[in-house]
């Protein structure tokens, strides 16, 4: 994990903190490439959150996604492909209080990453998780990745992609305990914005899928759908997403859809010839990993020290003939023999 730029990030808690005390390096992502907008939205809701840096950290795997922990301000964990949901599972459980973003790609979410990602649903875990997906692996350089619809060309599949792309969002609605999902588009800041606030603001795994454009290597990918608004669903309820007039004049199809119900929610996932935006499923009942295991009870300093001699005396020995086969440590040796030849 890297700190924070060798700068003193302390500040009084009654400071306010402005956008500039989120932004990190300069992002060196591609003109244009909807990660920058991503990361705008990011910084944008923590400074409206005013979440303190030193108790932030972004986790991310490996993709051109994944150097996003090096754009804020906050801690952050650049970590190995397809993995960045275990780091980030393993740093909430250990620090609860710790707000927790995880940054994948689509190749590192829905590839090498599946098997994390579906675990990470079923235990939901207080974090929001962001699929930054461009349907192609765009760091190792224009590969066809799981949500790479049929037909396009990449460098893996010159004559098109074979396969009917993956659906993050059915997958994620198909997995038990899912409690958060939502998808928009890096192109409506705005709409974006609310749905990344709204998934942070959910106690759970929240999982939000980003349509993010790739310029460099698919730069026409989403132009159907920049070019006709109509395409894009509108998902607004008292209970999920309120869309602005602007927005609602703009994006005519739309939809009041109560993100309490599961069963529409995977209807509206299976759409193909829509794209929903907004809140899909959002279940506040289901109870988060890390208070089922009570880590302050786990962690406290009786527990731990009972737990350390404990694993200490399974390898201590401790003569028979010491303090008598009848009491003491040599009662233990006695007990551990017996264990061992069962
Ligand atoms: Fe963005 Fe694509 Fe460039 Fe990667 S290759 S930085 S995804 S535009
Ligand atoms: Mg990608």
């Given at each position: 994990m890297f700190g924070l730029q060798n700068e003193c990030v302390i500040k009084f808690d009654e400071e306010y903190r402005s956008l500039e005390d989120y932004q990190g390096r300069i992002a060196r992502w591609c003109?244009?490439?909807?990660d920058n907008g991503i990361l705008t939205a990011m910084q944008r809701l923590c400074r409206d959150e005013q979440l303190p840096p030193e108790k932030t950290v972004f986790v991310s795997g490996i993709g051109c996604a994944a150097r996003f922990p090096h754009y804020m301000r906050t801690y952050g964990f650049h970590g190995l492909h397809g993995r960045a949901l275990p780091t980030a599972q393993g740093i909430k459980i250990r620090r609860p209080d710790l707000h927790v973003f995880v940054n994948m790609g689509d190749g590192d979410c829905?590839?090498?990453?599946t098997a994390h990602w579906i675990h990470a649903i079923r235990m939901n875990m207080n974090m929001v998780a962001l699929l930054h997906d461009n349907?192609?692996?765009g760091l190792t350089k224009n590969q066809s990745s799981p949500t790479t619809p049929a037909g396009l060309v990449t460098n893996t599949t010159p004559y098109g992609s074979y396969l009917k792309a993956m659906n993050p969002l059915s997958v994620t609605l198909g997995v038990?305990?899912?409690?958060f999902v939502a998808q928009t588009v890096e192109w409506l800041p705005d709409l974006m914005y609310d749905v990344v606030r709204k998934a942070y603001l959910h106690k759970g795994f929240s999982f939000v899928r980003i349509l993010q454009?790739?310029?460099?290597?698919?730069?026409?990918?989403f132009s159907s759908l920049l070019a006709d608004p109509s395409k894009l669903l509108l998902l607004k309820h008292e209970n999920g997403m309120q869309v602005s007039d602007a927005v609602g004049r703009r994006y005519t199809s739309q939809e009041e859809h109560d993100p309490a119900s599961l069963n529409r929610a995977r209807e509206i996932a299976e759409l193909e010839d829509m794209v929903p935006v907004g809140i899909l499923y959002r279940n506040e009942r289901v109870a988060c990993y890390e208070d089922l295991r009570k880590p302050e009870r786990m962690f406290s300093t009786d527990h731990r020290q009972a737990t350390l001699e404990k694993a200490f005396d399974r390898f201590g020995i401790f003569p028979r003939s010491a303090e008598g086969a009848t009491g003491g440590r040599g009662a233990q040796h006695s007990i551990r023999q017996d264990r061992a030849s069962d």
């Open positions: 003109s244009g490439c909807g829905c590839s090498i990453g349907n192609i692996y038990t305990n899912a409690s454009r790739c310029p460099h290597f698919v730069p026409d990918h």
